[in-house]
């Protein structure tokens, strides 16, 4: 059973669709994704426990508070009012994009509310672009704003295999940690002080694993080294995004499959931590 936000403890995690994709630089549809997340996640082929062992089935072990709507606010400030509204309750958000420009008014949100964060960002790319095609806020660019703005302590990045001459010297002025695809695996990397922030763009992983995408990137993560990745984390998970995951390049639908599993074990991982 999923509670309301209003009603779940403190510590709960609580997922938030965020339908938005403007900001993709190349494909739209990855707004399509959060529902489709979600029957995905409630699908009688599986069942709900993770494989560490939670049962997230089990009364009150997560929250959802549906997919945010646009109405009369600008997306970015109504992203990050409804995220600091959940941290204000003492939920631990998870949120389901969209493109991953989202992250940066989910950051701006934690940034205020916990200090000292960390954020471990799986990727294909370091989105450390100063713009891109004129857009400071392309999904291209979230970091490169988020450490200009100090909204997190420590970044680092897993995954990497699009880096550019540019966005190297970005990740050096920001003090970017990154783990390039070719490096891995790195679990003693894992071992991380929370409060801990996971982003998680699905092109991370291999096309093979993942062909639902807007970026298709060859030579990334089995499902499996990502899970394992995810499981070394040692610290307190504080939130949580997956994005880029786009239904209209999912012919066989096995990057839902894919994004509802890795939201599993990263709830799961949540709850232990
Ligand atoms: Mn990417
Ligand atoms: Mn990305």
Redesign the pocket.
Known sequence: MTLRPNAAKPGTPVILGIPFDANSSWLRGAAGAPPIIRVSLHSIASNSWTETGVDLGAEGMYSDAGDLKFTFQEPFPAIETKIGELLDHGLRPVSLGGD?SITLPIVRAFGAHIPGLTILHF???PDLYDELEGNRLSHACPFARIMEEGAAQRLIQIGIRAMTGHQREQAKKFGVEVIEMRHLPALDRMKIDGPIYISF?M?ALDPAFAPGIS?REPGGMSVREAIAHLHAITGKIAGADIV?FNPAQDNTQITATVAAKLLKEIMGKMILN
């Open positions: 991953h990727d294909a790319h763009d092109d970026h880029e």
